[in-house]
């Protein structure tokens, strides 16, 4: 399942969550996001009962994306403990997310 996440729900969905998280930061507008996106989406149902997986539109949420930086999208961060753990910039095969779960777990 993927969860939608928004400037007014991120603290209570991502920060103060016992499970990792993926964050997607993303856009509507941008290309290499809706390739990822159909990737995020299969994680989150692989990885349901594990971690918490969501994206964030970056255009309709600028508070989070500025608190973290975000200036190339699509970028996904991972969350444990309500801190940064990994990060990834661009479009990657969906291993390569698989595996940045995997060692959170």
């Given at each position: 399942m993927t969860l939608e996440f928004?400037?007014?729900?991120f603290e209570e969905l991502v920060l103060k969550t016992d499970k990792?998280?993926?964050?997607?930061?993303?856009?509507?507008?941008c290309g290499p996001c809706r390739m990822v996106g159909p990737i995020v989406s299969e994680i989150g149902?692989?990885?349901?009962?594990?971690?918490?997986?969501?994206?964030?539109?970056?255009?309709?949420n600028p508070e989070v994306a500025m608190r973290y930086g975000i200036r190339n999208i699509p970028t996904i961060l991972f969350f444990k403990n309500g801190?940064?753990?990994d990060k990834q910039v661009g479009a990657v095969p969906k291993s390569v997310l698989a595996g940045k779960i995997e060692s959170l777990l």
């Open positions: 928004t400037d007014s729900n990792p998280v993926l964050v997607d930061f993303w856009a509507e507008w149902e692989e990885y349901k009962d594990k971690v918490v997986v969501g994206k964030l539109d970056v255009d309709a801190e940064i753990a």
